[in-house]
């Protein structure tokens, strides 16, 4: 999963930044409204954590604006206060949830977890692909029952491919998936990690097609 930070609390940020990480989720960071607002336009993410409380340009009304313009992704707000107006703030401006500062780690984690699972429209804490399955909680695949071990980046083209199952996944989404501002794969390297997965899906009903010119799609093997 990709995650957008927007928070201009760099002390904060970066404990998050860290957290994130080790939780084996990707994250860009930028510390205003202005510069989010270019990111938002040139990557996809599977859910942004934006602070109410921006300079220039408030949290709230980046939302709004992004918003109007039809982003759908899941937002998170970060609030310092979690008073009754600044929810009915969050939730008026378009917010999916919201995180009281101090942020606790557990939490954060579980509600993005939640939210990913709400927007793929799945209410089960697990996803099935034929005999591969995926948990929510732990974001975990199985395979025949047992733990599926991939690679980091493995992992995450798994994991794109499975919150979209049925839909066609393009390279470009795929990189932009795996790949954070600093850390971008090469064409090659994506055709590496999706040979791996396809030897560790062998034996699997779920396959990775690939779609010339289109992208790829998960899909259960017809048999």
């Known amino acids: 999963m990709k995650l957008l930070l927007i928070d201009d609390n760099a002390e904060l940020s970066e404990w998050l930044v860290r957290l994130l990480k080790t939780e084996g989720f990707v994250i860009d ?8 607002e270019v990111m938002l336009n040139q990557q996809g993410y599977d859910v942004v954590l934006l602070d109410i409380r921006l300079p220039s340009m408030s949290g709230k009304d980046l939302l ?4 109007r313009r039809g982003k759908d992704m899941p937002v998170l707000m970060l609030t310092a206060h979690g008073s009754v107006e600044d929810k009915v703030d969050c939730f008026n401006a378009g917010a ?12 954060l984690v579980a509600r993005i977890k939640a939210l990913v699972r709400r927007q793929t429209g799945q209410r089960e804490l697990e996803l099935a692909c034929g005999d ?9 695949f199985f395979l025949h029952g047992d733990m599926l071990s991939l690679r980091r980046r ?7 491919l499975m919150l979209r199952q049925g839909k066609t996944v393009s390279k470009a989404m795929l990189a932009d998936s795996i790949s954070s501002l600093d850390d971008a794969p090469s064409d ?15 034996s699997s009903r779920a396959q990775i097609m690939t ?13």
């Open 29 to 36: 960071y930028v510390p205003d409204a202005e510069r989010a």
């Open 64 to 67: 709004v604006r992004l918003r």
């Open 96 to 107: 999916d949830d919201y995180v009281v500062k101090p942020v606790d780690a557990r939490e």
């Open 132 to 140: 591969l399955h995926y948990r929510f909680d732990t974001r975990e």
């Open 154 to 160: 493995e992992h995450a083209i798994l994991e794109a």
């Open 188 to 202: 090659d390297a994506i055709d590496i990690y999706l040979h791996r997965l396809r030897k560790h899906l062998s």
């Open 211 to 223: 779609l010339r010119g289109l992208g790829y799609v998960l899909r259960t093997r017809v048999e």
